[in-house]
């Protein structure tokens, strides 16, 4: 975590918060820190990741659904369960919408 942690600082500082590049960077940090229990650190990450893509590159851009998707797969893993499947509703109704059944 502590070289991801670099590396999107690192993203931030060369590319720019807003960068696709430095959208994923904090993705995967946020990722890492679910997968070793840091929930909410990775749940306030996510949503701001999500409305970061939403804002630089739109709600339908591939990058800003799994955002969305990630965000939901946290509010699970913590019990928000309402909140989680509403996202993942909205989610699975725009991928649809987007990319065909």
Known sequence: IDIEEKVVADHE????ADHPSTLTARANLAASYQQVG???EAIELLAQVAADC???LGP???DTLSARAGLAASYKEVGRTSEAIDIEERVAADRERILGA
Do not use: C, N, V
């Not at 500082?13 to 720019?16: D, K, L, M, N, Y």
């Open 13 to 16: 500082r060369i590319s720019g």
């Open 38 to 40: 840091r929930t909410s």
């Open 54 to 56: 939403d804002r630089t």
């Open 60 to 62: 339908e851009h591939p």
